[in-house]
Every structure is written in structure tokens, then in C-alpha cells.
């Protein structure tokens, strides 16, 4: 089993509507998690991290954590074409050490 | 916020050369840094881990030799690949852990370089 794992793509959603992006891991010891967002040939940049269950909004995004589960979802309101990327899910399983998922790709398309 | 530069943005060299790629963080000292490779169309693998003045810690698989590692600075890491090979080209991308503050495990991630070996 891998330790990050996120639901396969590519996921295309029309422009305006809301995108779920699912990640699950693997070591309940895990304090901390996060979404980044990368375009094609660039780095990551993070959207947004989440170290408690519940839901943590930032603007358009919405971050959801279920340690019991061993989720972490994003949700992305109102789609715009500029959002299509490649979204990762990172875990800090140690002394700052992320795990990576392998990515979703998504498109939002006018 | 947080910047983090990489030196050169893209290199290509001979099979056999050695490169040198350059992290740094800008406006914050940054006690760790991490070395991670994307190969396209795949997630980022980290690499290792780099200690302002100590060894790095290189992740199952990645060869020490190969992937030299230097943080001499709090702002300033170095990974050199040396005798590189076609199988090496790949984007190479670091991170830097903020040194103090409520984010204590915030990563800035670098531009990247990306790396050609003909």
C-alpha cells in the first residue's frame, strides 16, 4: 500500500462547478497535511495546509481532514480554467519529511 | 512570504560531468533543507534531507556518492550530481523548512532545475 494515495484522474469539471480532490494515507502519526497545486514544468506551490479534523476554508478552497479515516480532501468552488493543474497531496510523516501523492490532474473547462 | 531561488533554472550536460544546482532561501534562515526529483509525469520523490552543518540524510535508493549535498549556510544548500548519465536528467526541485514561527514544518518549495544529460 502506498503511504499517500489520491483518487485517480484526470478529473474534469465544467467551469464554475466544484471540484473534490480525495487523498488517503497510510500512517495514523501523521500531524500534518497538505494540498499543493503545480502547473506544468514548475514547482509546487501550496494552497493550503491542515493539521486538525474538521474543515479549513480559504477562499475558494476548502480543506478537509478525517484522521479516524486517515483522509484529507480539497474541495475547490467555482472552477475557473485557471485552477486546471495537478493537485498533490502532501503528508509530513517526520521532522518535516513529506510524502507525495501521485497527483491528480484536473482540467476545468469552460 | 517566504521566496526560495534555484541556480541554474535548466542545465544541459555531457554524460560523465558533473552539476551543481544551487538552493536558496532569501529572506528567512531555513535550518533544513530538501532535495526532491520529479521524473515527468510522476510526483515528487524526496531525495534527502539537508542539515545546515551536518551530513544529509539521503532517502532509500538515492546513491550519497552520486548526489553530493552541502548546506554550509543557513540559507544556502548545494546538490551536485556527479558523473551524471542520461537516467539522471530529471527536474530537480528543493524545499526549505522555516527555522521558527506557528508554521514550524512549512515548506517553500524552489523553482527548480531542470536537468538534460545528453
Known amino acids: 500500500q502506498k503511504e499517500v494515495e489520491q483518487n485517480s484522474g484526470p478529473l474534469s469539471v465544467p467551469e464554475g462547478a466544484i471540484a473534490s480532490l480525495n487523498c488517503t494515507y497510510s500512517?495514523?502519526?501523521?500531524?500534518?497535511f497538505f494540498w499543493y497545486r503545480q502547473y506544468s514544468g514548475k514547482s509546487p506551490e501550496l494552497i493550503m495546509f491542515?493539521?486538525?479534523?474538521g474543515d479549513k476554508e480559504d477562499g475558494r478552497f476548502t480543506a478537509q481532514l478525517n484522521k479516524a479515516s486517515q483522509y484529507v480532501s480539497l474541495l475547490i468552488r467555482d472552477s475557473q480554467p485557471s485552477d486546471s493543474a495537478t493537485y498533490l497531496c502532501?503528508?509530513?510523516?517526520?521532522?518535516?519529511?513529506?510524502?507525495f501523492g501521485q497527483g491528480t490532474i484536473l482540467t476545468v473547462h469552460p | 512570504g517566504a521566496v526560495v531561488s534555484q541556480h541554474p533554472s535548466w542545465v544541459i550536460c555531457k554524460s560523465g560531468t558533473s552539476v551543481k544546482i544551487e538552493c536558496r532561501s532569501l529572506?528567512?534562515?531555513?535550518?533544513?533543507m530538501f532535495w526532491y526529483r520529479q521524473f515527468p509525469k510522476q510526483s515528487l520523490m524526496l531525495m534527502a534531507t539537508?542539515?545546515?552543518?551536518?551530513?544529509?540524510?539521503?532517502e532509500q535508493g538515492v546513491e550519497k556518492d552520486k548526489f553530493l549535498i552541502n548546506h554550509a549556510s543557513l540559507t544556502l544548500s548545494t546538490l551536485t550530481v556527479t558523473s551524471a548519465h542520461p537516467e539522471d536528467s530529471s527536474f530537480y526541485i528543493c524545499?526549505?523548512?522555516?527555522?521558527?514561527?506557528?508554521?514550524?514544518?512549512?515548506?517553500?518549495f524552489g523553482p527548480g532545475t531542470r536537468l538534460t544529460v545528453l
Open positions: 539537508s542539515n545546515e552543518g551536518s551530513k544529509a540524510t539521503y
Open positions: 529572506d528567512f534562515q531555513a535550518t533544513t
Open positions: 491542515i493539521y486538525s479534523n
Open positions: 524545499s526549505a523548512r522555516i527555522l521558527a514561527g506557528g508554521r514550524f514544518d512549512e515548506q517553500f
Open positions: 502532501a503528508v509530513n510523516i517526520s521532522y518535516g519529511k513529506l510524502t
Open positions: 500512517d495514523r502519526g501523521s500531524q500534518s
